[in-house]
Nanobody, 132 residues
Framework: QVQLVESGGGTVQSGGSLRMSCTAS????????MGWFRQAPGKEREFVAGITWTRGSWSGGDTYYADSVKGRSAVFRDNNRNAVDLQMSSLKYGDTAVYYCAAGTATNRGSTMTYPSRYDYWGQGTEVTVSS
């Protein structure tokens, strides 16, 4: 089993920045991909960003982003904390959502990172509200 805990959500003004973190514990050696998803009220869960996390090592690091956040977001690993962070800037009202971290053991690369069904473990989510 893998446990995921998100942190770093909150309320931020439009145009501002936010950094969220997802800390993994348990059988982390089984993880191949880490992803960030979000779900706004009344909408389906959607992919935000993903990064590979090679089994048995801390190498890898291929990333993939949704078009809606590309160019203003960055996802990266922090080996010391066993975590994956999502940095978002130029935040818009449309970024308001609950953000979830997910871990997948399947070999996800590129666009396959975008499918929720490719992930095996999910965090509880952290809420982000962008105010005008």
């Amino acid at each position: 089993q893998v446990q995921l805990v998100e942190s770093g959500g909150g309320t931020v003004q439009s145009g501002g920045s936010l950094r969220m973190s997802c800390t993994a514990s348990g059988r982390t050696f089984s993880i191949y991909t880490m992803g960030w998803f979000r779900q706004a009220p009344g909408k389906e869960r959607e992919f935000v960003a993903g990064i590979t996390w090679t089994r048995g090592s801390w190498s890898g690091g291929d990333t993939y982003y949704a078009d809606s956040v590309k160019g203003r977001s960055a996802v990266f690993r922090d080996n010391n904390r066993n975590a994956v962070d999502l940095q978002m800037s130029s935040l818009k009202y449309g970024d308001t959502a609950v953000y979830y971290c997910a871990a997948g053991t399947a070999t996800n690369r590129g666009s396959t990172m975008t499918y929720p069904s490719r992930y095996d473990y999910w965090g509880q989510g952290t809420e982000v509200t962008v105010s005008s």
